[in-house]
């Protein structure tokens, strides 16, 4: 299996993708088409025109997985999958509807075909959407998602801001929250990083700050670029282990 | 209707429920003993018995609905109702498991007993879970809650900080992602305001920052403490109108 998994689509000051160009280049190496997944926006030719011209400097061509008849038809013959950001419910609920959930996860387990998620992407990767930052604004039938990583991810992740009033939970309180509810880790990857699965080796890359693992009844520990995870890859995942 | 809905539990530098004290006095006067619900959080021993601390004040006795081996024969006993904050996700997979969806609306819409909720707990007073801001942790049979408003409230509601690195949505920006999907009004009570409903009339209360109403196809409206938001009681609610 080959996954490139990032946090964020967009760094302060960068373009679009930009942050991350060279691993990705390094990911799409052959591709000639890149079949991407614009469902987390609503629009989805608008959304697809900037993945194209990101694309078009690395010499990937790009289509939209929405611009069919029968999108299992293209995700079929696809040589590799982009599944962009937005909210994630709309997402998966799109995916669920058009039977892409598992069109996709088997093309990419089954046929090595590149996997490429950027934030609600990279939720999408994970056994279940459980750990997204997003708003529900939409129900899916279910929160189970491609599952490509047995464990889950949360992007965007932040640390806890010590000057903020705001009186709401701190990302790691709901990550804790989490945890109570589910014996799963947790892999909170900082804006700026990324992981990289080959077959059943996983590594962290990107910026410094790196990404904060959680596990139930454990203190977390944070990791830094080029750290080998490869161990996640055989975490058990236990879902509503309290109330099982 | 006798509702009162509190964005938020905990005021900077003040103890629990401590900001609301005077409006939650008012809305309880006459009532003896409250029912608790709290389920949005893992211990609810030791939130009933915090939750007891701040209305011994108030001279009205606490009791925890999971103190009970059937939770709907305390419902319909009960004087008041308030379903404390945590996870919105986790406390209405809880209320479903328990039939006690049905039964507290049921008690409050039929029989005027009065609704108290902070934070998730006013998130179960609209009609779906739509609009918290609470992660997924686990997953509801439905998104549909308690329904004792028709329009949507966002708890905790941030206003955009410039200042800020973090390249996730804003809050503005996750609502109208909502209104792309739903054409229901989504009213954002920044923390240390409240809503009161007392049969038709329904009043903004609180600190001066007040509440923001987003409304599908028309620029956000502000609204200050004693602001009279009873048209909001007659709003239509279309979910899923994009796709329906």
């Given at each position: 299996?080959?996954?490139?998994?990032?946090?964020?689509?967009?760094?302060?000051?960068?373009?679009?993708?930009?942050?991350?160009?060279?691993?990705?280049?390094?990911?799409?190496?052959?591709?000639?088409?890149?079949?991407?997944?614009?469902?987390?926006?609503?629009?989805?030719?608008?959304?697809?025109?900037?993945?194209a011209?990101?694309?078009?400097?690395?010499?990937?061509?790009?289509?939209?997985?929405?611009?069919?008849?029968?999108?299992?038809?293209?995700?079929?013959g696809?040589?590799?999958?982009?599944?962009?950001?937005?909210?994630?419910?709309?997402?998966l609920?799109?995916?669920?509807?058009?039977?892409?959930?598992?069109?996709?996860?088997?093309?990419?387990?089954?046929?090595?075909?590149?996997?490429?998620?950027?934030?609600?992407?990279?939720?999408?990767?994970?056994?279940t959407?459980?750990?997204?930052?997003?708003?529900?604004?939409?129900?899916?039938?279910?929160?189970?998602?491609?599952?490509?990583?047995?464990f889950?991810?949360?992007?965007?992740?932040?640390?806890?801001?010590?000057?903020?009033?705001?009186?709401?939970?701190?990302?790691?309180?709901?990550?804790?929250?989490?945890?109570?509810e589910?014996?799963?880790?947790?892999?909170?990857?900082?804006?700026?990083?990324?992981?990289?699965?080959?077959?059943?080796?996983?590594?962290?890359?990107g910026?410094?700050?790196?990404?904060r693992?959680?596990?139930?009844?454990?203190?977390?520990?944070?990791y830094?670029?080029g750290?080998d995870?490869?161990?996640?890859?055989?975490?058990?995942?236990r879902?509503?282990?309290?109330?099982?």
């Amino acid at each position: 299996m080959k996954l490139l998994l990032l946090s964020n689509s967009s760094a302060p000051g960068r373009g679009y993708l930009d942050h991350a160009r060279e691993v990705i280049a390094g990911h799409l190496a052959g591709v000639r088409e890149l079949l991407f997944v614009p469902y987390a926006l609503a629009d989805h030719d608008g959304y697809t025109a900037k993945v194209a011209a990101f694309m078009d400097g690395l010499g990937v061509r790009v289509r939209g997985v929405h611009t069919a008849g029968d999108p299992r038809a293209l995700v079929s013959g696809a040589q590799a999958v982009f599944i962009g950001g937005g909210n994630s419910f709309r997402l998966l609920k799109s995916l669920q509807e058009r039977g892409l959930v598992t069109a996709i996860a088997q093309r990419v387990r089954e046929d090595g075909v590149p996997y490429m998620g950027s934030s609600a992407g990279t939720n999408m990767a994970c056994p279940t959407l459980r750990t997204t930052n997003d708003m529900p604004i939409v129900q899916p039938a279910s929160f189970d998602a491609l599952g490509l990583v047995p464990f889950q991810i949360n992007p965007h992740y932040l640390d806890p801001d010590p000057a903020s009033a705001h009186m709401g939970e701190t990302r790691e309180e709901r990550l804790t929250q989490f945890l109570e509810e589910n014996d799963v880790p947790v892999l909170g990857l900082r804006e700026g990083t990324w992981l990289r699965r080959t077959g059943e080796a996983l590594e962290l890359g990107g910026v410094a700050s790196g990404a904060r693992l959680f596990t139930a009844g454990a203190e977390p520990v944070e990791y830094a670029p080029g750290a080998d995870l490869s161990r996640l890859l055989t975490a058990t995942a236990r879902f509503d282990h309290r109330t099982a």
